[in-house]
Nanobody, 119 residues
Framework: QVQLQESGPGLVKPSQTLSLTCTVS??????????WSWFRQPPVKGREWMGA???????YYRPSLKSRTSISRDTSKNQFTLQLSSVTPEDTAEYHC???????????WGKGTLVTVSS
C-alpha cells in the first residue's frame, strides 16, 4: 500500500521560506513512470498544483509559482521536499503531497498539513 505523509512547521512568518517534506512508503520515488507532486488548497478556494519531481529527478513547476518554488528529493530516505520562498499570508493553505502518473495529477495522496503564514 502506497502511503505519503507530509511534515513540517505549521506556522511560517511572512518573507520566510516554507519547507515541507513528504515521506513515502510502499513505492520508491525512483520507480519508473511516477511523478511526485505538491498541491495546496487555500481556505475557501480550489486545489492548486504547485509542482512535481519525476522518477528521473526532473522537476516541473506551475508557471505562476516557479520563481519561488523548489522541489528536491532524498532517495536514500524516499522523501521529497517542497520549498516556497518569500511567503505571504496568501500562501496560507493545506499542503498535500501526492503520487501520480502525470506531473499534475495524483492517485495516492497524503492527508495534508495546514501551513499558516502569519507574524
Amino acid at each position: 500500500q502506497v502511503q505519503l505523509q507530509e511534515s513540517g512547521p505549521g506556522l511560517v512568518k511572512p518573507s520566510q521560506t516554507l519547507s515541507l517534506t513528504c515521506t513515502v512508503s510502499g513505492c520508491s520515488i525512483t520507480t519508473n513512470g511516477y511523478y511526485w507532486s505538491w498541491f495546496r488548497q487555500p481556505p475557501v478556494k480550489g486545489r492548486e498544483w504547485m509542482g512535481a519531481i519525476a522518477y528521473s529527478g526532473s522537476t516541473y513547476y506551475r508557471p505562476s509559482l516557479k520563481s519561488r518554488t523548489s522541489i528536491s528529493r532524498d532517495t536514500s530516505k524516499n522523501q521529497f521536499t517542497l520549498q516556497l520562498s518569500s511567503v505571504t499570508p496568501e500562501d496560507t493553505a493545506e499542503y498535500h503531497c501526492a503520487r501520480g502518473q502525470v506531473a499534475s495529477r495524483g492517485d495516492y495522496w497524503g492527508k495534508g498539513t495546514l501551513v499558516t503564514v502569519s507574524s
